[in-house]
């Protein structure tokens, strides 16, 4: 017989609603209750998706006895309020990175919980993208990792507003890259160089990223804010007996063959289009973690060495050096 | 204000839990009625999907007021009777494909419905495969269509049983090739051969047809019902002026590099992968036409097309000749 | 010791002067005569490749004592004189294809000479092609074969002059396909049926062949006289434990990216460069079976077996029905 | 009239047998003379390739009045003697990079020849790759550039003497790709990083190289002495308005097609097959430039500033800091 895990969900806008999406496909949980500030929209969230209870207050979904795991989408700036409550009131908690801006307070809550990974688990969506799963999954076959190369570029460069809110390149975009780079290597930083420039926004908009890990694996990453061309989301992992390389999804499978040449279609537009099934997959390794009694696979250890090396980078940047971690 | 389209479906096999899956992907429609011969299939099926009503006598749907449109998926013996029962109480009707094995019946049936192309729908699944649809609306920019190539492979040969059952492998296989090469070519078969060979089981499970239509274009199709790298289904039109071509699907995007070779994933294992999208397709296109009141895409009419076309490869094969239709 | 073959060249046209650049390609031959009825082109030609000794008159290359093998180059209806006389004169022969346009004559030479598949090679250059070599060389990987498919597709039609003298798309063009049909299924045909289409000129130019072979293999081989995107050259051999299939080779190896799409190269323009490197290793195939003392690998059974299929399909077509052989 | 340009060879081993194979794929030139201290070598290379006169002593060569360029593809220490001797002695130079180890003689005999640009080419030979020279040909399409990414990998490390006397990872292999990014990136160095680790010899033979430029441009090159699925060349430039990259040439164009993937062949082996056609095209520049009058399209200046990029990387690995140039 199979257990039922009972969920809430906490903060309904775009990730929220991703997440609903993503929960709908699984199996053996039951959406018991929903809250977000706009009345409207949790009620309607609710309605469509025919969950029982729907509030305006947070704390009414923290507080519901029968709700065993919570999904904490709100704003970052409530994050690691809602996730402390959470954790007081005996939930299990998804909480979307970045869990706070500030690492002396993650550190912190690292500190006030022992078992803080069997209870906490971070959205580092792109661990669960199958296909970067399978290429990490498959390691083995390179023998011993010496670089990882990861590619990480958005469609088009945001506004100079939201630009200005992300904290910037690093914290906003290559902290995904960051924490794919420790995924991969299994390791610590040891040294890590930004170097960038400005093209499209006033802040640094495309950077190259060198790491160097403790068990001598070297990384590069390359972000940029544009990609005329689409979402470009690739992994290359070479080792001493052979290499593995994640590629991009087309949008359709079609070649056509002109005078001048062979056209294929484009990529995935975007996150939404390219990760869609990483957030499905995200869901199911939380609750398999839960019902196997786990570490879950992405703690807020990660959520901590991923915030470092980011602001790593923004030293690295600024002062024109090598940081040494 | 959107109208919701209230829906039936008749038979609730493997093809019917697809068509449902597919119903669920879509906005402003209610299933409100199931049934199946098994009252557990019927019961477990409509609870799951929180479906208000459910009966082991097909009748019961047919005759329900509120019904507007019914989905039958029932046994291909079954077809003809619901699908008239069904014309005979005002549905609209989307019926699986065969329509039926006689193709007089099929003949009689359009004649009795000079509106039939407004009212029925027949399931030609991959007309609406995202891949297929894009090739054929950009046919226009090959020119005049000169060749169209289709290979269709199965994963793995039948049973003796089914295979028997099944009505060969051109009734069974080939008639999604064959209303393909219609769907395509956009213009009547005029000669038609088919060449095969028995590999798998005892009757002919390797063929190739050879069609040429009334406009000029000459088609290939290649059958066989095993392909031990997976479901291999692949389109490529020639025209005067360029080529399209439809490739496979990946299972995933991973590239691993060894010493002798680089290896890429194999294809989609079959159908319910490869072409899971264009049974949402079909159904976004039937419901679209009800309200916009035009003809459905795929008709009666395709079905006997296609099921002549199939006659006249089995005829082809056992007489060694070349059919004049 | 390696021993020195001397060779002569006869007719210095297009087809002979791409041999000559072949030859030149080996090592332990020296090209010591050639002819040409042009005195001016078989003078510049032994000047510019530094060949001791040339004629208008070919029967001086064949009576030339120490000449050991003789390439003839000249236009199709010289080739069976001169195959003869140089085989009355004790050289070894390669041929450029067709032997002859006459089956009977071709029949006639296999029986005057028993010992002839030691002593003449026909010129059926894409069996050495390295890509086409290789599939065959790995066809025991995909266990039996049941289907091959093969697509041939020339740039741009030929002039209508071209097109009348040349014999017809089934003696020019598919000639080398069915020749490949034959090396690859290694089986003889029993069955052919060819349809066909006319699109650019007065004569078919765009035909579908479709042969059954003696031991079960069902192939296919598409031909059209125009392909915009370039010249088409692509094999595919499908097996119950497998599939191989030879891709085009692209001009370049460069992508663009931009907002639609992917871009790639078209293809190697024609045969010419296309088939580059089967003429080099057509000659060291010639040299080596004569120093192997080896039957050689394309005989004049070889060449009268597709004239064979190229006449069938022309019958097929004519008599709009399947040939058997 | 075409002028014919009579050249000398001086170093007969490996590369210069390379450069040689090349030369006679060209028009309108002789190869006059070669010199090796090998008298064997010498003599066996002139009777091969039928050139008239040989020595052991290069000062023949170079004294010879009737030649008009020499190929100096001595070992380094001989590289600055020669050019200046050839330099006095009005010939045209071809030099093997590196033009020497020392970057103040260079910068000393660039001072002492105003016009050395048209007097002396370094061999620089993957600019002249024709995927390469495309790619900067085409580089407009992608508006403005703003990441370079180069990969360059050895199929199998040196042994530890030749690495030892090779002068180190950046001087001997990095350095092919320092060029490659001024030649792409059209602009001078001004910031430069080096990362790595050793793997497979005492000494640095994996290796990230991060080039920030002057004009905004940022690249990375990524350096393996191994990389066991072959000789992997890449190139990849991002603009704001698309993206061009330069992928590895495949072996063969076979596909095969197993229960468990795709496999494709492997990479051409080494750089003598790679790079073979960018030899011949660096010859064509060379004689071009020559009988034209223009600079020649790689310089001592070139050699110069890869020079000091590679010395910048060395300084940088040891010292473990950004080097500003």
């Not at 929903?34 to 029982?52: C, F, G, H, Q």
């Not at 970052?76 to 954790?87: G, I, K, N, P």
């Not at 990384?219 to 470009?232: E, P, Q």
Request: some cysteine; proline content about 4%; overall charge neutral.
């Amino acid at each position: 017989m199979e257990t039922i895990l009972n969920i809430g969900v906490i903060g309904l806008g775009r990730i929220g609603q991703i997440h609903l999406s993503a929960l709908k496909a699984l199996k053996n949980i039951n959406i018991t209750a929903v809250s977000d500030t706009s009345p409207e929209l949790a009620r309607k969230t609710a309605e469509k998706n025919r969950i029982p209870k729907f509030y305006t207050d947070y704390h009414n979904v923290l507080h519901q006895q029968d709700i065993d795991a919570v999904w904490i989408c709100s704003p970052t700036s409530y994050h690691m309020a809602q996730v402390r409550e959470a954790l007081e009131n005996n939930k299990y908690v998804f909480c979307e990175k970045p869990l706070d801006k500030d690492r002396t307070k993650i550190q912190s809550l690292i500190n006030s919980y022992p078992d803080l990974s069997r209870r906490l688990m971070i959205g580092f969506n792109r661990r669960f993208d199958p296909d970067f799963a399978a290429a990490k999954a498959s390691i083995k076959k390179i023998g011993k990792p010496t670089i990882i190369k990861i590619t990480s570029r958005d469609p088009f460069p945001p506004s100079t507003e939201y630009s200005r809110l992300s904290g910037g390149i690093y914290n906003d975009m290559s902290i995904h890259d960051l924490d794919m780079a420790c995924f991969i290597s299994e390791s610590d930083a040891e040294q890590v160089i930004a170097i960038g420039s400005k093209n499209y926004t006033k802040d640094t908009d495309t950077t190259l990223i060198t790491i160097k890990f403790k068990n001598g694996i070297i990384c590069n990453i390359d972000n940029s804010r544009k990609a005329s061309y689409g979402y470009d989301q690739r992994l290359e992992i070479l080792g001493d007996k052979g290499m593995i390389s994640v590629e991009n999804k087309r949008v359709n499978h079609l070649c056509y063959y002109s005078e001048n040449s062979m056209e294929s279609s484009v990529f995935e537009p975007f996150f939404l289009e390219r990760y869609k099934e990483s957030y499905i997959e995200e869901a199911k390794a939380f609750i398999t973690s839960i019902k196997e009694k786990k570490e879950f696979p992405s703690t807020a250890e990660d959520a901590l060495k991923a915030s470092v090396l980011a602001n790593a980078c923004e030293q690295s940047l600024e002062k024109q050096k090598l940081i040494f971690l």
